[in-house]
């Protein structure tokens, strides 16, 4: 029994020294995965900005692949390039288009609804990983991203409202409206990446946060802030 322990013990050590690559190795990790963003400080103005909606968060992708460098047990750096969707999205809202008379019993809209702006960039992060535990690294760097489409769109209808029951009832008009213009954002983005990410037999799950530094849109404050959950598979050279 204790030398069943014994090698089990081994096996089990054998496995976690598994989970990270000696000094001196190069990688290549090619990754995929899912994103959480927003846009600061990017409010809709609705009619003659008599109110605005703010901003909320919106779900994209990530998709890319990284070169690291295992420099010792506790030292790891990594270089990537990454195909990032972000953005953000807004509530659905209505606008009275027709002020009914006195004596009337119903009310015209037009809804406003599907409000999201969405903006890829090819990021390039350089990133220093630096070791906890064995394959448990937490991480930080800086990253560029070069902005290579913008979709601002909605979708909109009109409908009458019954004044005293509150019903609704839609037309058939729904229009979907979209915007590829990128004359009113900057082409080139700057952030700060921190997160953890973790190594099990070659398979890297990595937790980060994008801080935005510069301005996502000319003329504003708005800055990008996104949250990325990857998985990746490290084949070693």
């Known amino acids: 029994m204790k030398r069943l322990f014994i090698s089990c013990l081994l096996i089990a050590c054998a496995t976690l020294t598994m989970a990270q690559a000696a000094p001196g190795t190069f990688s290549i990790i090619p990754r995929v995965g899912v994103s959480i963003s927003n846009i600061s400080n990017?409010?809709?103005?609705?009619?003659?900005?008599?109110?605005?909606?703010?901003?909320?968060?919106?779900?994209g992708f990530a998709v890319g692949a990284d070169a690291y460098y295992q420099a010792s047990r506790q030292i790891g750096v990594s270089a990537g390039v990454h195909y990032v969707s972000v953005g953000n999205k807004?509530?659905?809202?209505?606008?009275l288009t027709?002020?009914?008379?006195?004596?009337a019993t119903?009310?015209?809209?037009e809804a406003y609804t599907d409000l999201s702006n969405t903006l890829n960039y090819v990021a390039v992060p350089l990133m220093v990983h630096a070791?906890?535990?064995?394959?448990?690294?937490?991480?930080?760097?800086?990253?560029?991203?070069?902005?290579?489409?913008?979709?601002?769109?909605?979708?909109?209808?009109?409908f009458v409202q019954n004044i005293h029951t509150g019903v609704r009832t839609y037309n058939s008009d729904v229009t979907k409206t979209e915007n590829t213009s990128d004359a009113l954002y900057n082409k080139v983005d700057f952030s700060i990446p921190v997160g953890i990410s973790y190594e099990y037999m070659n398979v890297v799950l990595d937790v980060r946060y994008n801080?935005?530094?510069?301005?996502?849109?000319?003329?504003?404050?708005?800055?990008?802030r996104s949250a990325m959950l990857t998985v990746g598979y490290k084949f070693d050279l």
């Open 42 to 59: 990017n409010p809709l103005y609705i009619g003659n900005a008599d109110y605005s909606l703010n901003a909320k968060a919106k779900a």
């Open 90 to 95: 807004y509530d659905d809202y209505d606008v």
């Open 98 to 103: 027709e002020r009914p008379a006195e004596d």
């Open 106 to 109: 119903e009310a015209k809209y």
């Open 131 to 158: 070791y906890i535990a064995n394959g448990l690294s937490v991480n930080a760097g800086v990253q560029a991203g070069l902005l290579t489409h913008v979709k601002e769109e909605f979708t909109t209808c009109t």
């Open 211 to 224: 801080v935005g530094l510069t301005h996502v849109r000319k003329y504003s404050n708005s800055k990008n």
